[in-house]
């Protein structure tokens, strides 16, 4: 009998999910298949999470929170450019997968790739600096000292649009991401699906980077069957969404009403994998509270 192998056939890999620093199965059993491009060739199946699989991820989000806001702002620029080390690491399977799952050539798979690691080196920069630019003291008409700094909000989920292109939506991903943990907070993302065969590497970037279990989980799975428990859910601060669906913001902001939580809207642009939109101070500061002290000062 001849084996797969001699038949240029493959097993397609199983990729997991990424909760709480481990790659855990979906609950629920299910999967779907991710193909190679212009082909009904299998590359690999994906979990198909569910709501306990994004209830678990919150959880661990929630234990993660205020170790993640504990560690200093150098710490914390340390982890974001050992995601970038460990993304080179990765390089050639990631650029593999691209090309695979979308056909784009060598090349645009190697400049996304690029923009992956710019972006865990930005936002690695501002850690210790965004503070400084954000806050201020305050001018007061009184015997007090005023200042005003910004603190991260908490819990984040992350949502993105499912129609964007392999290239564009990694690069997205990676600098969404990379802004949210930037100021403290933590992150659950729903993986689009030009994207989420990636889940992989980019688990395996974050679980190799120092950084701790729960500051980051990704899911992968149907948009339409999680967003009802993404934007409602009472544990989560805020909600991102990245895409150009105004019908799906305005469902995160009434499901998000009740807990008041803060929907963060970025829309897509012609291009969609812009450099200039990827990488701003203003992405992290969507993602920030601000505190307002007051200190007496005289006699």
């Given at each position: ?25 979906t609950e629920s059993g299910r999967s779907f298949p991710v193909y190679d491009q212009d082909s009904k060739k299998v590359f690999a199946q ?85 503070s400084q630019l954000s806050g201020c003291v305050n001018p007061v008409n009184g015997p ?156």
């Amino acid at each position: 009998m001849a084996s797969l192998v001699s038949q240029g056939e493959r097993v397609p890999k199983t990729l997991k999910l990424f909760i709480g620093g481990e790659f855990p199965r979906t609950e629920s059993g299910r999967s779907f298949p991710v193909y190679d491009q212009d082909s009904k060739k299998v590359f690999a199946q994906l979990c198909q999470a569910s709501r306990k699989d994004f209830r678990n991820a919150i959880a661990a989000s929630l234990k993660a929170c205020e170790q993640w806001q504990q560690r200093t702002a150098y710490n914390r620029a340390q982890i974001l450019y050992r995601m970038a080390e460990m993304t080179e690491g990765h390089r050639e399977d990631m650029v593999s997968v691209l090309k695979s799952t979308s056909g784009v050539n060598a090349q645009t798979a190697e400049n996304s790739i690029d923009q992956v690691v710019d972006a865990f080196v930005y936002y690695a920069g501002f850690c210790d600096k965004y503070s400084q630019l954000s806050g201020c003291v305050n001018p007061v008409n009184g015997p007090h000292h005023a200042f005003t700094t910004p603190e991260p909000v908490g819990c984040v989920d992350c949502l993105f649009d499912d129609d964007m292109g392999a290239a564009a939506a990694l690069p997205l991903v990676a600098s969404t991401l990379a802004s949210i943990i930037t100021s403290g907070s933590v992150v659950t993302a729903l993986l689009p699906t030009a994207a989420a065969a990636q889940i992989a590497s980019l688990g395996e970037i974050f679980a190799t980077s120092d950084l701790p279990k729960g500051v980051v989980n990704l899911l992968t799975g149907n948009r339409s069957e999680l967003i009802d428990h993404m934007a409602s859910h009472m544990e989560v601060q805020s909600v991102c969404y990245v895409g150009s669906d105004r019908a799906v913001k305005e469902k995160l902001k009434t499901l998000g009403a009740e807990n008041m939580k803060r929907v963060v809207w970025r829309e897509l642009h012609a291009n969609a994998a812009d450099t200039n939109e990827n990488l701003r101070l203003e992405n992290i500061l969507s993602f920030v509270e601000y505190k307002t002290v007051w200190h007496p000062v005289g006699n």
